[in-house]
């Protein structure tokens, strides 16, 4: 039995962070139903990336939405309205991204809904919570960023401030949705209760950052301070970073400056005995380590350290990362078929559960493919 | 109505660092029981501090990672302390450790032997590369990961060297799936009875975690390409990315051009049609630099924002913390010991969730642990 069969997700959210929650939800086994407009749909399939499409669909949706039906519905329709209630009341999950007030305005706000489903896990994300001076700004994920100080992490000193090129905000807030819909489930099957459960992605992206935001409200709120040379992370000393070789570039983590100095033969490092120094003076041993490195070739250095159980790695871009059998053995990608038929490589859920990947070989849906089958099985 | 909606549950978590006690952390302050079970050396992560910083004898980290839970101390190498966690385990509801591959096979307390004892325990685990093939005996340490998964090159320039995340991503997202999966085998168990077994590696999830730019790339077969200045996605095209002004910077996400050059009455980006955005982003964005240098943010965004565009200034955290938006959402909760933090980020039926009680002292909680599930 998968884990969350016979769950009935019923899904209006739109780009990202909710359809991320619901993918995983079906991947562990529930049946998702994504609402949309009929016409347009939920944005992102015209959210074209490196003008890449599938189906006329941006390849993002297609990745978002694999394993999902599609039910087409104009919300502000009496006749699609009642019949989008007849599905809540069958739903154990209704999720939605809306701006703040959008769904009590349809009457599809939690009160309403639970008013006809009682145990219903309703779930909501939005950008900023449903108080205070941002709530009706715009959820998005580089803005978000922008607010909550992440680009100042990223990228050397000398560098701009550089936003995380992944839409983390988006894809850590629907992890936390999910966390919360299931925990909701779970307690559920307990208490027969439902229950409302709300993330923002403010409060997500300041939780991605919880370990160095304490270290910043404990410490007289000092602001981070990125490395000049090398950065990889405000808070840890050298050598901790990614150093250029003679053909690529090596990532080294956490390591002792003395055994580096000794096996890589790099004698300026021998002025850096004492490991408090390697904080304060990291741009320093960076710079030297820097120098050092630029000598020889990846292959090299990795066959000099790896041995010795130094932290290190050589950095892949996806070309290389796809020809290592660490990679193909993980058997990370999966092959989907649309509702047009037509075939997507993507990738897989990360979980395995019971020795077993969790693959489905179906796509995502065309715009409201499954509208009337939807309103046959469930007469409505 | 219940803020706790895991209460009642025993998780054993047998981790060390950031990736599993991450996910020990969430299902605490979703209101289950955690208790680290620690060797008598200790999580190594008591010893590791960033910045100096202190709380008794453990580094502030810690304290940050392990508040809500407890400790008990166990040499598993010594069989009367191994006898001892067994009986644990027949009163634990999920285990979860992050141990590299056949350490916990060596010891006895694998998936297998731990289903012996306990049918319907929920069992995780957590490899940097998986349990098998070359590189399941490397280090799954964070920014190895990031170095091997491609994740380099999707921040910064094009001209920039790869670019790490400057957070522990794949602690922090491997820990966030753990915790789905846990959650949703236990609701298999609570229906069923029957226990399961979750693997989950930091590869894995940073694969996933990218994985509108890897369909894209298998789709194209074009690697992703940063742009030459204002990186801010590698798949998106003008204007998105950050900018200097006379003053700052702003971020600018995805924005017609039209409506962009309008709001800024900007002619030359007005001349750009909406199909150029991707095949001339550098040439636009540099266009949109030059233009914006010459104001300041607050002037900018007051025109992009009233035409209802997606524009936000760049905050440093001593701006955002002392704002009434971040005030607004009480994120901020301060644990016994005086130790200022966040909070879980998910809010039940309303209400915030907050979890104050500091982290454990190492085997803390041994002895109470040892009357109440009866050990000794």
Known sequence: ?380 | MSQQPLKGLVILEFCQYLSGPSAGLRLADLGARVIKIESPNGDACRKLAIEDLWVDQDSLLFHTINRNKESYTANLKDSLDLDKIKKLIRKADVMIHNFRPGVMTKLGLDYEAAKLINESIVYAEVTGYGAEGPWSKKPGQDLLLQARSGLMYTSGTQSDPPVPFGLAIGDIICGAQLVQGVLAALIRVKKTGKGAKLELSLLESLLDFQFELLTTYHTSGKLPQRSESHGGHALLGAPYGIYETADGHIAIAMVPLKSLGSALDAQELMSYDQSDAFAKRDEIKGVLADLLKTRSSEYWLDRLRKADLWAMPLTNWQELVSSPGYKAQQMEQVVSGDLKTTRCPIRINGERIYGKQSAPQLGADNRKIEKEFGLV
């Open chain 1, 1 to 380: 039995m998968k884990l969350l069969e016979d769950i009935l997700v019923i899904d209006f959210s739109q780009f990202l962070s909710g359809p991320s929650a619901s993918l995983r939800l079906a991947d562990l086994g529930a049946r998702v139903i994504k609402i949309e407009k009929p016409g347009s749909g939920d944005i992102c399939r015209q959210l074209y990336v490196s003008d890449v499409k599938i189906d006329n669909d941006s390849t993002i949706f297609h990745a978002i939405n694999r394993n999902k039906e599609s039910y087409a519905a104009d919300l502000k329709n009496a006749d699609d309205l009642k019949r989008i209630k007849q599905l809540l009341a069958k739903a154990d999950v209704v999720m939605h991204n809306f701006r703040p007030g959008v769904m009590k305005r349809l009457g599809l706000d939690y009160e309403s809904v639970k008013s006809y489903n009682s145990s219903v896990v309703y779930a909501e994300i939005n950008g900023y919570g449903s108080e205070g001076e941002w709530k009706d700004l715009p959820g998005q994920d580089l803005l978000l960023q922008a607010l909550t100080g992440l680009p100042y992490l990223n990228n050397d000193a000398t560098r701009p401030p550089t936003p995380m090129g992944v839409a983390v905000v988006d894809i850590l807030a629907g992890t936390h949705l999910a966390q919360g819909i299931l925990a909701s489930l779970y307690d559920r099957l307990n208490s027969g209760n439902g229950a409302l459960v709300q993330v923002s992605m403010l409060e997500s992206a300041l939780d991605f950052q919880f370990e160095v935001l304490t270290c910043f409200l404990n410490d007289g709120q000092q602001l981070p301070k990125r490395s000049e040379f090398n950065h990889a992370h405000s808070y840890v000393a050298a050598p901790y970073g990614v150093y250029k070789t003679m053909d690529g570039y090596l990532a080294l983590a956490m390591g002792d400056i003395r055994v580096l100095s000794e096996l890589l033969m790099c004698e300026p490092l021998r002025n850096y005995p004492d490991p408090k120094t390697w904080f304060k003076e990291r741009d320093a041993i960076k710079a030297e380590l820097a120098n050092h490195l630029a000598t020889d070739t990846t292959q090299y250095w990795l066959s000099v350290l790896e041995p010795a159980d130094i932290w290190c790695a050589e950095v892949l871009n996806y070309e290389q990362l796809l020809e290592q059998e660490g990679y193909q053995c993980l058997d990370m990608e999966l092959m989907v078929k649309t509702t047009s038929g037509s075939s997507v490589k993507t990738t897989r859920c990360p979980i395995r559960v019971d020795g077993q990947l969790l693959t489905s070989d179906i796509g995502a849906p065309g715009l409201g493919f499954h509208t009337d089958i939807i309103n046959d099985e469930f007469l409505i």
